[in-house]
């Protein structure tokens, strides 16, 4: 039986000629998608994948030569291979490259579509050439047909590449995926057919007109192929569309389009709801009319203007209402941009109104006494820490009233509780009102005196006052205060010692009798431990690596078992025993020993972490404590990732806690450090929460995981009850974990509990230990380890 042929092509290779080239472009469509979802090595990948590419065009060939009907030569095998591969290479390379992007400009689109089809006809043209060199006749008016079709088929299949490569395989993108390659594959394998046709001479019996058939068969698949891009696009575009249109109307904050002059275009739902307006009334009113304060339009003109120009910044500002009410608002502005060019701006708006007063309510009570309505001593840090950065002078007055603990003892709290008050609005009748008054806890209350004040007459009026009765409920009581003083900078240069000194000074008042004030004198520090002594005994320590290190464990307050622990830096110096942290800590600060210490600790507890690993124990995360001045070091970072890569442990065995106070200064770097930590699997988590320079205004910008409730709530939790519900609730809307410290009693655990916070840490559960009894301490099974 003869063999259907194709002008001088057999039919069945023809055949899989068509299939083949199918294989191919599914290939091809399956090699761009592979490229475009790598992250690393993509160019690497596309030189290997161009290769396989030519490769399978070359088999392809194979069947073509094949089929045609004309004595052929192999005397030039290989210079025909190396051609035809070399070129196709290249052509698919640039293929690969363009279709990576999301968009490409018209001049990026036409030169390689040119160049793909010019690789094309300029390897087949080469290889046939080679191949039938007895039997080339070139026909130039069919072969400038074939590049035409060619150029045709290269930019639908450029197009094609670059929609299916940039989408994610929805049902109908897999659809059109696999149509595209079908009608492709066939326009790729009719190139070879029209272009031996153009230059091969046909053997004679030949019909006249026999030559048209390949040309008929590529015009048809090319016919279809163009419609696949094209209808494909209309989806695509009506699926951006629709993805659009769903993130503007459906976004739970207010939204408004404006151009580039400023004027509204359109809003979605709640921005109609927020301002009160109907999206008509909105329409071409200029954002700018809808800000409250006159004095903020410059700042806000400005910001409009940074975002045009790529800046992508958060502001917050008033908005007016309809009603002519206002809210605060925090607006966050992107530009639109279409095909590179900026055709205006997107404004996301939330209202913050009910925020701010949360975060106002949640200031005063983290900064002010309940009972009394006094500053407390977070409050009176906070001040102290302002002048300390500022260079002020200032003098603190220490009071402490005698004999209060009998008035509590035999009157009751809740009565000793209205002597308090009393007291308190006493000092506020006495002391000037450029001094800071505060309650620091119990009976003690402190005044900050800056400067110019004198603090012997402060003192002084202060005893005077007290010399007179107070009265409560129809009793009289004649309470004395016990008065210490101390100056910064003339008696410290650090906040915790101008604290130590004034209690220090109190005390040595109560010991001369009552209603007395004393200054502060060197002569009352602890001799037996000599801080210059200290200092250098610890700079050896830690270059000896005599550093211990003790673990506080964390707990489930719920289901009693451990979740982690904290590495504490202990000491034990030779001839003084155990040093407090409190004190050595303080004097690796002063002495620039800090970071050496926290990187010996650092070390110790990774050496740590190995050992237990070998072993088989299953180590939950540890937490290490790191300084503000270790975040100042360039290569802090870097350390951590080289110790981890050195003792090969993975971060997410590891957090480090930190204060807010890091965010003082240097705020982008710091949260650059912590970003890049969390990057790696290191928690970050805020300690001493509620007790830093600038704890509530830093925290939405703080990269960390975790809050740590400062134990100065947890002594006092209830009536510090409503500050930690407030905190806790604070941190599931921020999405962060939170723990409590200082957790000393069953009272407290059940607290927590009621309010949420299931994560504790403190000497109910277990104090510090040394690394042996933690470890037999965390594999045991769950029990509950309360300390008597």
């Known amino acids: 039986m003869d063999i259907p042929r194709i002008y001088i092509f057999d039919f069945n290779n023809v055949a899989l000629t068509v299939v083949f080239s199918i294989i191919t472009s599914i290939i091809a469509v ?127 299949l450029l197009r094609f590449l670059m ?123 200029h954002f700018i009319q809808l800000i409250d304060r006159s004095e903020e339009e410059m700042k806000i003109k400005q910001y409009f203007m940074k975002v045009l120009s790529g800046e992508t910044k958060v502001i917050e500002t008033s908005l007016k209402r309809g009603d002519l009410t206002s809210a605060n608002v925090r607006i966050t502005a992107v530009r639109i941009i279409v095909k590179d060019k900026v055709v205006g701006v997107f404004g996301i708006v939330r209202d913050i109104t009910e925020k701010n007063r949360a975060d106002k309510l949640i200031e005063y009570l983290a900064y002010h006494d309940e009972l009394t309505n006094l500053p407390n001593r977070r409050n009176l840090e906070k001040v102290m820490s302002g002048l300390f950065i500022k260079g002020d002078n200032f003098s603190l007055i220490y009071l402490d009233f005698d004999r209060f603990k009998r008035i509590n003892d035999t009157f009751g709290h809740s009565f000793g509780d209205k002597i308090l008050m009393q007291i308190g609005k006493k000092l506020t009748e006495v002391i000037p009102e450029n001094c800071l008054i505060a309650r620091i806890g119990g009976d003690e209350f402190a005044v900050l005196a800056p400067g110019p004040c004198k603090p012997e007459e402060i003192a002084s009026k202060i005893v005077k006052a007290f010399q007179s009765p107070i009265f409560a409920e129809g009793i009289e009581f004649l309470i004395t205060a016990s008065i210490g003083i101390s100056n910064f900078p003339d008696d410290a240069n650090e906040l915790d010692l101008i604290l130590k000194y004034a209690d220090m000074a109190m005390y040595k008042a109560k010991e001369n009798g009552s209603n007395h004030f004393q200054f502060f004198d060197k002569s009352m520090i602890d001799q037996s431990l000599n801080k210059f002594e200290l200092e250098n005994d610890l700079r050896n320590a830690i270059n000896n690596n005599v550093l211990t290190v003790f673990y506080q464990p964390k707990y489930n307050a719920s289901t009693n078992e451990i979740t982690g622990a904290e590495a504490l830096a202990r000491w034990k110096h030779h001839h003084h025993g155990m040093i407090p942290p409190g004190v050595f800590i303080p004097i690796a600060e002063e002495a620039n020993l800090i970071v050496p210490l926290e990187r010996l600790i650092i070390r110790k507890v990774f050496e740590q972490l190995v050992k237990w690993g070998e072993v088989g124990y299953e180590v939950p995360r540890t937490s290490i404590n790191i300084s503000i001045i270790h975040f100042y070091q360039e290569d802090f970072v870097t350390f951590m990732e080289q110790a981890l890569k050195e003792f090969n442990l993975k971060g997410d065995m590891i957090e480090i806690e930190v204060t807010e106070s890091i965010m003082i200064k240097k705020e982008d770097s710091i949260n650059a450090q912590l970003q890049a930590l969390r990057r790696i699997g290191i928690e970050v988590s805020i300690d001493d929460f509620g007790t830093g320079y600038s704890s509530l205004s830093y925290l939405s910008k703080l990269s960390v995981d975790r809050l740590k409730i400062d134990q100065s709530f947890i002594s006092d939790s209830q009536e510090n009850r409503e500050i930690i519900s407030t905190i806790v609730s604070m941190a599931n809307n921020l999405k962060l974990k939170v723990i409590a410290e200082g957790v000393e009693t069953k009272s407290q655990i059940d607290l927590l509990k009621s309010l949420g916070c299931l994560e504790v840490q403190g000497y109910f559960y277990s104090p510090p230990l040394p690394s042996t009894e933690y470890e037999t301490m965390m594999n045991k099974s769950p029990q509950l380890h309360v300390i008597d």
């Open 30 to 156: 399956e090699f761009s998608r592979q490229v475009k979802r790598q992250t690393d090595r993509k160019r690497r990948n596309m030189v290997f994948y161009s290769l396989l590419l030519a490769l399978t065009f070359w088999l392809t060939h194979l069947f073509v030569i094949i089929s045609a009907g004309v004595p052929f030569s192999t005397s030039n095998f290989y210079l025909y291979f190396i051609l035809f591969f070399g070129i196709c290479g290249l052509g698919s390379y640039a293929a690969l490259n363009l279709a990576q992007r999301d968009i490409a400009n018209t001049s990026q689109y036409i030169f390689t579509s040119l160049l793909i089809g010019t690789s094309i006809i300029v390897a087949d043209y080469g290889a046939f050439s080679i191949i039938f060199k007895h039997s080339i006749d070139v026909q130039p008016m069919l072969l400038a047909f074939s590049y035409l079709f060619i150029l045709v088929t290269a930019f639908s």
């Open 163 to 285: 929609q299916i490569t940039n989408e994610d395989i929805y049902e109908f993108v897999r659809k059109y995926k696999y149509t595209g390659c079908v009608f492709g594959g066939m326009a790729l394998a009719g190139i070879p057919y029209i272009l031996l046709t153009s230059i091969v001479a046909a053997p004679e019996g030949t019909g006249k007109y026999a030559f048209i058939a390949p040309f008929i068969f590529m015009a048809a698949a090319n016919l279809l192929f163009m419609l696949v891009p094209d209808v494909f696009g209309e989806r695509l575009i009506m699926k951006n569309v629709q993805s659009h249109l769903s993130l503007f109307n459906h976004n739970p904050d207010a939204v408004f389009r404006v151009d580039l002059k400023g004027n509204i275009l359109n809003v979605n739902k709640e921005a109609t709801d927020l301002t009160g307006y109907s999206a008509s009334e909105l329409a071409g009113v």
